[in-house]
């Protein structure tokens, strides 16, 4: 008789756990809402049907939370202070003078991990290896072949290392984020005051539809070059190829570098094309200053030191190239 007073019960229990977890629905319920919008735009309901049924396929929230837990602790830091000349001292008899200007800000290092002897010569042979190719980007772009290489290196080590993420995965998830419950339980939420914890759902809601838009962008890259969506590797938060572009970046600026007819950022030619695509639509040119091809490599990636990196390594090639020249 215990038993069966109990029943109702757990039955009440078991129903509030299916609404409050929605990792305890069925798959197809947990990513419908997302399934629905991305037919709505286009997509055929079949194709995506079949995407989202697979094994592969599984909502990880933490893809969300990390780059969320990322950007409060940028939001909550304190900025740096700004370094100030001291005034010059004044002479006898002189009224104070005005205070100095702010010192300029010192450049910034590089990342000295891939100023490695080894990871250098590798950059060389691969620079040797691709010369034709090189030379035709070069041509066709105006973007010196160090600098592509450079940035190919930084990026994957000259496709050694593309990534553990799962593009397809990362993004839907992070996609389907839009409903802030689905990752509120992997975010410090006690710990916020009530501004920081209204920032945090709205800026999830919009990080959660530009992860859409990349979605949407590369599944339909996807579709165009052939590759099955859940087989493409890719960063945390779904850069792909051997250039790492997002998706966005794929269908926009992405080249036929070697005329097989599609486009293919993972083969060193059309990677290495759409590379020099992107930084001459940006403003590239031959001869820039030091100072201007770091503002210009800030648009592929917004690191002072990332772009600093790569002008140093670009340098270094050119040198060695310069010197096996003689």
Not at 81 to 96: D, L
Not at 249 to 273: E, K
């Given at each position: 008789m215990r038993l069966m007073r109990l029943l109702p019960c757990v039955a009440a229990l078991a129903a509030l756990v299916a609404v409050a977890s929605p990792l305890s629905a069925t798959k197809g319920d947990v990513w419908r809402p997302l399934m629905e919008r991305l037919v709505e735009d286009g997509l055929p309901g079949d194709y995506v049907e079949r995407l989202f049924a697979r094994s592969e396929v599984s909502f990880q929230p933490r893809v969300m939370a990390r780059k969320m837990i990322s950007l409060l602790r940028?939001?909550?830091?304190?900025?740096?202070?700004?370094?100030?000349?001291?005034?010059?001292?004044?002479?006898?008899?002189?009224?104070?003078?005005?205070?100095?200007k702010p010192a300029p800000p010192p450049r910034p290092k590089v990342y000295e991990r891939y100023m490695q002897p080894a990871l250098l010569a590798n950059a060389q042979r691969f620079m040797e290896d691709h010369t034709d190719v090189l030379q035709a980007a070069e041509n066709e772009r105006g973007v010196e072949r160090e600098v592509l290489v450079a940035i190919m290196l930084v990026e994957t080590r000259l496709g050694s290392y593309l990534g553990k993420g799962n593009a397809f995965v990362n993004l839907a998830s992070m996609a389907l984020a839009e409903d802030f419950l689905l990752v509120q339980a992997y975010l410090p939420m006690n710990s916020l005051t009530p501004d920081l914890r209204q920032w945090?759902?709205?800026?999830?809601?919009?990080?959660?539809?530009?992860?859409?838009e990349e979605l949407l962008a590369f599944i339909s890259f996807a579709m165009a070059s052939g590759l099955d969506p859940l087989n493409v590797p890719s960063s945390p938060y779904g850069a792909i190829g051997l250039c790492q572009f997002m998706p966005?970046?794929?269908?926009?600026?992405?080249?036929?570098?070697?005329?097989?007819?599609?486009?293919?950022?993972?083969?060193?030619?059309?990677?290495?094309?759409?590379?020099?695509?992107?930084?001459?639509?940006?403003?590239?040119?031959?001869?820039?200053?030091?100072?201007?091809?770091?503002?210009?490599?800030?648009?592929?990636?917004?690191?002072?030191?990332?772009?600093?990196?790569?002008?140093?390594?670009?340098?270094?090639?050119?040198?060695?190239?310069?010197?096996?020249?003689?």
């Open positions: 940028i939001k909550t830091a304190e900025p740096p202070p700004q370094p100030v000349a001291p005034p010059p001292p004044s002479r006898a008899g002189e009224a104070p003078r005005e205070p100095a945090l759902v709205r800026r999830t809601l919009q990080k959660a539809n530009w992860a859409y966005s970046n794929a269908v926009r600026f992405g080249v036929d570098g070697d005329g097989d007819g599609t486009v293919d950022l993972f083969s060193p030619a059309d990677a290495l094309h759409s590379i020099a695509n992107y930084l001459a639509f940006h403003g590239w040119r031959p001869g820039l200053s030091e100072e201007r091809q770091e503002r210009l490599i800030m648009h592929y990636n917004r690191d002072s030191r990332y772009a600093r990196t790569v002008v140093v390594i670009a340098q270094h090639l050119a040198k060695a190239r310069a010197a096996r020249q003689g």
